[in-house]
Each structure stands twice: as structure tokens, then as C-alpha cells.
């Protein structure tokens, strides 16, 4: 189901243990290890945008692991989104 005014958010983006084969689109430089579908969806909430969160759900590559999703509407390329997430995560993390 493909959804052409949203864009799905998956914690493996943002993943530094990860490599780009395994599902991470983002520099090692602004990855965090692990990071937590609460992280991520705090991130997106703080840059303004709607997270509309699945708790439910596997990422195809590995769908016996329930890691969650994260939906949130399309403002621009997929890719700027996901620099920007991963650095609003980077301050979150720092909050911590």
C-alpha cells in the first residue's frame, strides 16, 4: 500500500550498527546506535511534523523483529527528511 503524501520513518534509518546493505539511509555522522521508535517520534514531533506511529510492524528485510514505523507526511525530498529527523534525533539523544 503506497501512500503518495507520506513517507514511512523505520528505526534501521537511523541505525549506526547498521550498514547501508542492512537498511540505514543515513551518514554514519548523523546515525545513533539503536535508536528507539520513541526517539524517533519525539524528533519528528519536535521538527513539526505528524507522526502517525505502527507498533506492530517488521521492516521487510527483517519482519520477524516488530521494530515499529513511523508515518509522517510528505514535506519535501525523502532524503532531506531523513537528514533532518536524524539530526533532530542527535539532539534528543543529547537531551537524554
Given at each position: 500500500m503506497r501512500k503518495?503524501?507520506?513517507?514511512i520513518?523505520?528505526?534501521v534509518y537511523f541505525d549506526s550498527t547498521k550498514t547501508r546493505l542492512e537498511g540505514r539511509r543515513v551518514p554514519k555522522s548523523l546515525a545513533t546506535s539503536t535508536p528507539k521508535l520513541k526517539e524517533i517520534q519525539r524528533a519528528v514531533k519536535q521538527i513539526?511534523?505528524?507522526p502517525e506511529v505502527v507498533l506492530?510492524?517488521?521492516h521487510p528485510s527483517v519482519p520477524w523483529q516488530k521494530t515499529g514505523l513511523i508515518v509522517v507526511p510528505k514535506r519535501g525530498p525523502?532524503?532531506?527528511i531523513l537528514r533532518t529527523v536524524a539530526k533532530e534525533l542527535l539532539k534528543v539523544r543529547e537531551q537524554r
Amino acid at each position: 500500500m503506497r501512500k503518495r503524501d507520506k513517507i514511512i520513518l523505520w528505526p534501521v534509518y537511523f541505525d549506526s550498527t547498521k550498514t547501508r546493505l542492512e537498511g540505514r539511509r543515513v551518514p554514519k555522522s548523523l546515525a545513533t546506535s539503536t535508536p528507539k521508535l520513541k526517539e524517533i517520534q519525539r524528533a519528528v514531533k519536535q521538527i513539526g511534523l505528524q507522526p502517525e506511529v505502527v507498533l506492530d510492524a517488521g521492516h521487510p528485510s527483517v519482519p520477524w523483529q516488530k521494530t515499529g514505523l513511523i508515518v509522517v507526511p510528505k514535506r519535501g525530498p525523502k532524503t532531506q527528511i531523513l537528514r533532518t529527523v536524524a539530526k533532530e534525533l542527535l539532539k534528543v539523544r543529547e537531551q537524554r
